[in-house]
């Protein structure tokens, strides 16, 4: 399976601000995708990222407020902007889909807006 | 839209018992049924999935069956262990070019020693 690795771990931003989040995957992948999870609540799907191409965004999700770039087969950035303390949540990224592994998680975002 | 639907919410086993949770999906092209263990303050972690050509799938304590005609999953886990608790999530792929995953709302697993 692919492995992910996502930063920054943590961050404490001001409401107003932006932040951008990595994902580097160890293979080439075709998809990848961005989750939010609220702290005990289960994985909400933002966007899935192809590259080369626009990303899709779920219903509730706009490009406007959660950028996302996939410049290549390996690598993703989700932007969070404009932050309000509703914003605050674990956002983790995801890669995989193919036939032979499946889908695995980078290690999240814990984001606090004050 | 597409859902998937998890029960129960919270399971209480104590050790050595089996647990079973179980989950339902709405989109009749789903294809891929992965379960992911999330201990607290960490990221999801695959441990079985099934892809719908099969009917069933075991590794070790830990086994899956999907009944694509109900469009039902389990999971099922023997001889538990404490190490076993955390959440558990279930997920099916959206049809489509994308096959991205929706996820079930999760089951709290405590397995009492």
């Known amino acids: 399976s692919a492995v992910i690795s996502q930063k920054p771990s943590r961050d404490i931003c001001q409401r107003g601000t932006s932040l951008t989040i990595q994902c580097q995957v160890d293979?080439?992948?075709?998809?990848m995708f961005w989750y939010r999870q609220q702290p005990g609540q289960s994985l909400t799907l933002i966007a899935t990222?192809?590259?080369?191409?626009?990303?899709?965004?779920e219903s509730g999700f706009v490009i406007d407020k959660f950028p996302i770039s996939r410049p290549n087969l390996t690598f993703s950035t989700l932007t969070v902007s404009n932050m309000s303390p509703e914003d605050s949540s674990i956002y983790l990224c995801?890669?995989?889909?193919?036939?032979?592994?499946?889908?695995?998680f980078g290690s999240g975002t814990r984001l606090t807006v004050v | 839209g597409e859902n998937v639907e998890q029960h129960p919410s919270t399971l209480s086993v104590q050790e050595g018992d089996s647990a079973v949770i179980k989950c339902t999906y709405s989109d009749s092209a789903s294809n891929y049924f992965p379960w992911y263990k999330q201990e607290l303050g960490k990221r999801p972690q695959l441990i079985i999935d099934i892809r719908s050509n099969v009917g069933e799938k075991k590794d070790q304590r830990i086994a899956v069956t999907l009944n694509k005609t109900a469009k039902h999953f389990s999971l099922h886990i023997t001889e538990t262990q404490p190490e076993d608790s955390a959440v558990y999530f279930c997920?099916?792929?959206?049809?489509?070019?994308?096959?991205?995953?929706?996820f079930g709302t999760g089951t709290l697993l405590a397995v009492q020693p």
């Open positions: 997920a099916a792929s959206i049809g489509g070019a994308t096959n991205k995953l929706i």
């Open positions: 995801s890669a995989g889909g193919g036939q032979t592994y499946g889908y695995t």
């Open positions: 990222a192809n590259q080369g191409s626009e990303a899709t965004y």
């Open positions: 293979s080439q992948v075709t998809m």
